[in-house]
């Protein structure tokens, strides 16, 4: 953390909130006293609090740092995880504690899985979410098999959703406390399998109370700014690094109304997303927006507002926690579902359904701005907060 960035305000704690929040994070690992629990720190505050909670709560806790992409390029990158400062910021914090640190070279797999996919994303016309690719690739497949390589009987990370045990045994990923703050909807590709070796310990916590408990423990990072936008973009502009890893991206064609009309001309299909309006450069006297994209004939497709409402959608890469064996059981029997398209929108009423061998999802009304690539959660109408799993979305149908 440098003196030039700006800090995040840090409330005093009680220590009997302090005390509060050691018991719960022994509540959520759930294991004796003294097991081994591998926490994953990005140097950030959440997973640094983790890691310190344990600690003081009497597990053995190794704490591991995934370096990402290059750090020389964003050691002083504000809003970055992963790289540079941050892993200096997670060691230092493992020394205060007294823990053991590695830090894991992953670059290439990190570029694999997640930067080589969001560039063909965009290439292939869709606006895909990077940080759930990482949660389901980097961090939670290959770090769990460094945790059991390592002896640990659970990994814990700095995520804010809760994991509960059910009557039958299972583990269910449920919403956290603070739903400002709430990432089910990042982590719908959580595994049951990996569902039952992960642990969140702040899922009872809201952000200013882990702030508050990092003051309380001495650590250095407590009023360390979130993690902000794309982590491996630098200065949020995406659209320079996939003209850099994808050139092609960058061919010229036409904007063409959805009734047919060609409005104008662009210079890549890359500089737009479903649902855009600014940057059209076109003036037909009606506001326009982005409806589809056709990468085959780089054609940016345009029309009105109603056009953006999303009758239904297919899935792709499907991942299912609900009580049923399989989404496709659930689909077949036209189970009832919350689903949410966006991190920042509410959950909707749906259905599920099977379309052409894929699981389909049908809203009750429209809903607005959904594209493919982008992720949809599916949370369980009788218990909204329970997540029960979700997908990528392959297709939509418009309501017009």
């Known amino acids: 953390m440098t003196l030039a960035e700006p800090l995040c305000p840090v409330p005093d704690i009680a220590r009997a909130d302090m005390d509060a929040a050691i018991e719960a994070a022994r509540m959520a690992v759930g294991l004796p006293v003294g097991s081994r629990v591998v926490a994953a720190m990005s140097g950030g505050v959440d997973s640094t609090v983790v890691a310190a909670l344990l600690h003081k709560a009497g597990y053995d806790v190794v704490g591991v740092t995934l370096q990402l992409y290059d750090h020389g390029a964003a050691l002083k990158k504000k809003g970055a995880c992963c790289a540079g400062q941050d892993i200096h910021d997670a060691r230092l914090a493992a020394e205060m504690l007294g823990i053991p640190h590695y830090v894991l070279d992953y670059e290439s797999r990190f570029r694999d899985a997640v930067i080589d996919q969001f560039a063909d994303a965009y290439l292939a016309g869709q606006t895909p979410v990077p940080c759930i690719r990482c949660n389901q690739t980097v961090k939670f497949r290959d770090l769990l098999d460094v945790a059991r390589d390592l002896g640990a009987e659970a990994m814990a990370t700095g995520h804010y959703v809760r994991r509960a045990v059910a009557a039958d045994g299972r583990?269910?990923?449920?919403?956290?406390?603070?739903?400002?703050?709430?990432?089910?909807?990042?982590?719908?590709?959580?595994?049951?399998?990996?569902?039952?070796?992960?642990?969140?310990?702040?899922?009872?916590?809201?952000?200013?109370?882990?702030?508050?408990?990092?003051?309380?423990?001495?650590?250095?990072?407590?009023?360390?700014?979130?993690?902000?936008?794309?982590?491996?973009?630098?200065?949020?502009?995406?659209?320079?690094?996939?003209?850099?890893?994808?050139?092609?991206?960058?061919?010229?064609?036409?904007?063409?109304?959805?009734?047919?009309?060609?409005?104008?001309?662009?210079?890549?299909?890359?500089?737009?997303?479903?649902?855009?309006?600014?940057?059209?450069?076109?003036?037909?006297?009606?506001?326009?927006?982005?409806?589809?994209?056709?990468?085959?004939?780089?054609?940016?497709?345009?029309?009105?507002?109603?056009?953006?409402?999303?009758?239904?959608?297919?899935?792709?890469?499907?991942?299912?926690?609900?009580?049923?064996?399989?989404?496709?059981?659930?689909?077949?029997?036209?189970a009832p579902v919350l689903a949410r398209v966006r991190s920042t929108r509410p959950p909707s009423p749906a259905r599920l359904s099977m379309a052409d061998g894929a699981v389909s999802v049908t809203f009750e009304t429209g809903e607005e701005g959904v594209a493919p690539g982008q992720a949809c959660a599916l949370y369980d109408p009788a218990d909204p907060d329970r997540l029960v799993g979700g997908g990528f979305i392959k297709t939509t149908t418009a309501v017009v």
């Open 171 to 334: 583990a269910q990923m449920r919403k956290a406390v603070d739903h400002s703050r709430d990432q089910s909807y990042f982590l719908f590709a959580t595994t049951a399998a990996q569902l039952d070796y992960l642990r969140f310990p702040l899922a009872d916590l809201e952000k200013p109370q882990v702030r508050g408990v990092a003051a309380e423990l001495g650590l250095r990072i407590a009023a360390k700014p979130d993690s902000q936008d794309i982590c491996f973009v630098p200065n949020g502009d995406y659209r320079t690094l996939i003209d850099k890893l994808r050139p092609q991206g960058r061919e010229a064609g036409e904007i063409v109304h959805m009734d047919g009309r060609v409005l104008g001309s662009h210079s890549g299909i890359t500089d737009y997303t479903i649902g855009q309006r600014r940057g059209l450069n076109v003036a037909v006297g009606e506001p326009l927006f982005v409806t589809r994209l056709d990468p085959a004939r780089r054609h940016v497709i345009v029309g009105p507002r109603e056009a953006l409402l999303t009758a239904s959608l297919t899935l792709d890469e499907t991942n299912w926690l609900g009580d049923e064996a399989s989404m496709e059981a659930a689909a077949a029997a036209g």
